[in-house]
């Protein structure tokens, strides 16, 4: 019998380059050099949906947490990074840290106009399955087992996308070998585990753009694979638990001007 793969995936950033009447976006001072995809990875996708929804539950229990304006004020909460009080990551990354039949997978895109334009001749959907090649590649897929993929719900272009990707990089590894999966494009306010890639993606996102890492320190041991895909100038661009992902082994994560 199959044994089952469970793997929630979400993203961080935006992936356009172009704005509206093909205005170019990284000319704008706002404008992000990198977007990250990420997954999570476990074996027990039961166990995992049952002790992040007690968290939850904790959370919205306890007064320490419960009075602050973004949970109290939203019947519908739910574990998020980028909206939580910073109790509540101290909490969250605290729980993280006991996870352990879990593993995340991060892909940093840099968004390099040169290389999109050339490499994936400006088009997003090009560059956005260049992202899941990279991230679902380094699963090394068995036939043995059964996956279960769930993508964070976005818009609607990208989750058609996320199918269409995901079905091409499975054929294109695995030409005459069956592999089986499912996918499903789901709320993260419904698929609890979501909140767990959420802030692994967080984590990462902090330290590239303010240089703060207490929190990917905190959680570094859970990532399997950090991969810098477009950095071709760094010795290592794929980080795992022996060669750690660090800003100083990177190359800067700067515009380069077209």
Known sequence: MAQQKYIY???SG??????????ALWTEPDFKPFTLLGMVVTSDGKRLRKEVEKLKMTIMENPLFNQIYSVKTNPNYFIHARTDHSDIKVKVFEFIQSLDYIDFYVVIAR?????FMNKHHSKTHEFYFDLVNKLISRLELSTENEYKMYLAQRQSSTEQRFV???????????LDERIIYKCDIVKSSEYPALSMVDYALWAVHRYIDQGDKRFLMAIEDKFKVIYDVYDEAAE???YTKENLFDLAKASPFKIKKV
């Open 111 to 115: 968004k390099i106009p040169e290389l």
């Open 9 to 11: 995936i979400d993203e």
């Open 14 to 23: 935006e992936i356009d380059f172009f704005g509206k009447k093909k205005r």
């Open 164 to 174: 269409e990707s995901v079905e091409k990089v499975i054929k294109k590894q695995f």
């Open 236 to 238: 290592n661009n794929i």
